[in-house]
């Protein structure tokens, strides 16, 4: 019994391995090479899936019980995305418990909102097992933060993850990745977002894979905070030019997408109505908020240089890592992608979706209005709501 | 070698389908009867649910406005969940009939039994993993751990060299001749 389901995951593990090789690699023969290597494997772990049910079938039709449909698991759950996920799936009547690694400041709000909270953390694979009992489906919106390594959380533990998922029958997996992970293997996320997609692939699981541009949420604290605050925009001379979406309409989409059947085992791309560039998001943050910006802006030579600079040393690395996306800024001129196939396999009104003049605008109505109920002048250096 | 024990599993299991369906359908429908039953045991959990939402931190909260005025609303979060509930049954069959059909392993991985013990095989091979990672290779050698801690001594070493030149004035050779006189190999003084 443990024996046989020991023997599975060794052939599951070595899949990864073979991943990154492939990743690396650019020659084409190498690639079927492995490819047929990774069918005998996964053949290999569906024999021995196989020989481990039959076994254990008879007892648990006896005395299981049934694990429900509307169980769901968000790994992730504090970040931008994985809140509104999170807030998404209860206001739908989900039953939605939070992956949360253990830290000093408890994530407390998502316990007040309904859902449970379970400690694990993806950099400690022998504690994500048991978060998944009585698990239906896993929504994958976690990544690494800027002060630790990469390749820990987003490779190595999202590995463990869907290797857990795989064995304990997850019905539905829903990886958040990357638009054009694919086209920029320099870059290590994109590249590791890349391999995981082509895991989960592998992997047999019934997975929804939801490509992303970028949020509008992140403007907000980038760039109309500072605006209200005159403080000073940070901003590129870059042209490049990134559809923002709602991280709300990014969870809304995600649900409707996991009911429909036609949207298994597809590679979604989620893109906002419009592209926009760092600045004309500033020049709209001006208009909408009724003053200038005082704007500094960063080429991204400098952060080219940089980033050579900090890979020379060892300590450094990670931030080289993150610095790793002035190449993309550089390289990729529109960061969009066309939504009408996407909406049309949903069965969603394009119109529906959010757009960042309405967004800004609403944003931009309720501070002012919540400054004006509170008396502040706008140069208030410190505002707490 | 490996295909051929797969095909005939394949024929056995087509053969158990022709037999089975409506069983298996009678259970797709307890599932779903269970389902609901539990239903209004998550309902007197949502009133609560609106009236505590906390504030979150500086950042979410500018986000957030748009999240906060869905609670205090009733009739908004009322239709949700009406919405909501039709749905999953509909998926619910289907996926079942098609796991339940294709494989007796992804039937017995609904439950939670099955998933429990799975968990704790999967806790047990991660430790064992772990184990084995940190128990690789031989003491010594040319080994990337070994190689680590041997810079490090180097420049320990360099260091604690330099700084004694600088505190001291006695540059290296004068500190080969003091140590070896203090330890009485051969008296130079």
């Known amino acids: 019994m443990a024996s046989t389901s020991l ?47 039959q076994a254990v079938a008879p007892t648990s039709f006896a005395q299981g019980t049934p694990v429900r449909p509307t169980s769901i698991l968000v790994v992730g759950a504090t970040g931008t995305l994985g809140r509104q996920v999170v807030r998404r799936a209860l206001d739908e009547g989900y039953d939605v418990r939070c992956l949360v690694r253990p830290r000093p400041a408890p994530a407390d709000f998502l316990r007040d909102w309904g859902a449970t909270v379970v400690n694990a953390d993806l950099s400690k694979p022998e504690t994500i097992p048991a978060t998944l009992v009585g698990i239906h489906a896993v929504i994958d919106c976690a990544t690494g933060r800027p002060e630790e390594p990469i390749r820990t959380v987003d490779w190595e533990g999202k590995v463990a993850l869907i290797q857990c998922a795989k064995a304990m029958g997850i019905q539905k997996y829903v990886f958040y990745s990357i638009h054009n992970c694919d086209k920029h ?6 590249e590791i977002k890349y391999c995981t997609e082509k895991f989960i692939q592998d992997s047999g699981l019934d997975y929804i894979i939801i ?16 605006i209200l605050e005159e403080k000073s925009v940070w901003g590129t001379d870059a042209p490049t030019r990134i559809a923002y979406m709602d991280t709300q309409d990014v969870a809304r989409l995600t649900f409707i997408a996991m009911r429909n059947e036609k949207a298994n085992k597809k590679l979604m791309t989620f893109a906002g109505p419009r592209a926009w560039t760092t600045q004309e998001v500033i020049t709209l943050c001006e208009r909408l908020a009724g003053q200038d910006a005082n704007v500094t802006t960063v080429p991204v030579a400098v952060l080219r240089f940089t980033r050579q600079l900090t890979r020379c040393f060892q300590w450094t ?35 529906d979706i959010l757009s960042l003049e309405k967004y800004l605008q609403d944003y931009f109505t309720n501070i002012l209005k919540k400054l004006k109920d509170l008396k502040a002048q706008s140069k208030q250096t410190d505002i707490f709501f | 070698m490996s295909l051929a024990p797969s095909i005939p599993s394949i024929k056995v299991k087509v053969g158990a389908v022709s037999v089975a369906p409506p069983h298996r359908a009678c259970r797709s429908f307890a599932v779903i009867r269970s389902s609901k039953a539990e239903g209004p045991i998550r309902r007197p959990a949502a009133p609560p649910l609106s009236p505590p939402p906390p504030m979150p931190p500086k950042t979410p909260a500018l986000s957030t406005p748009p999240t906060l005025s869905q609670p205090p609303t009733p009739v908004k979060p009322a239709a949700p969940p009406t919405s909501s509930q039709p749905m999953p049954p509909s998926p619910e069959p289907k996926p079942v009939d098609a796991t339940a059909q294709m494989r007796k392993p992804v039937a017995g991985a609904m439950t939670l039994e099955y998933q429990r013990k799975v968990a704790k095989d999967l806790q047990e091979y991660f430790k064992k993993k ?13 080994l990337p751990k ?34 070896l006189s203090n330890f009485g190999i051969v008296d130079l003084d």
């Not at chain 1, 541009?213 to 109309?224: P, R």
């Not at chain 2, 772990?130 to 040319?142: C, S, T, V």
């Open chain 1, 7 to 53: 023997a599975t995951l060794p052939s599951q593990l070595a899949s990864p391995v073979r991943l990154r090789r492939r990743a690396a690699l650019s020659s084409a023969s190498r690639p079927h090479f492995l490819l047929h290597r990774a069918t005998k494997g996964g053949s290999q772990c569906r024999l021995a899936v196989t020989c481990n049910a």
């Open chain 1, 185 to 190: 293997p320099e870059v290590p996320l994109m």
């Open chain 1, 211 to 226: 490509r992303l541009c970028g949020f509008m949420q992140g403007l907000i604290g980038q760039y109309a905070v500072p």
């Open chain 1, 317 to 351: 690395n990670d931030v080289a890592d993150r610095l790793a996306f002035s190449e993309v800024l550089s390289s990729d001129t529109v960061f969009s992608a066309p939504m009408n196939e996407t909406y049309q396999l949903l069965g969603v009104d394009g119109n």
């Open chain 2, 130 to 142: 772990k184990l084995e990672e940190a128990d690789q290779g031989p003491f010594f050698g040319f």
């Open chain 2, 146 to 179: 070994n190689e680590i801690s041997n810079g490090r001594w180097a420049m320990f070493g360099f260091a604690v060299g330099m700084l004694t030149e600088y505190a001291t004035g006695s540059d290296f050779v004068q500190q080969m001749k003091i140590l």
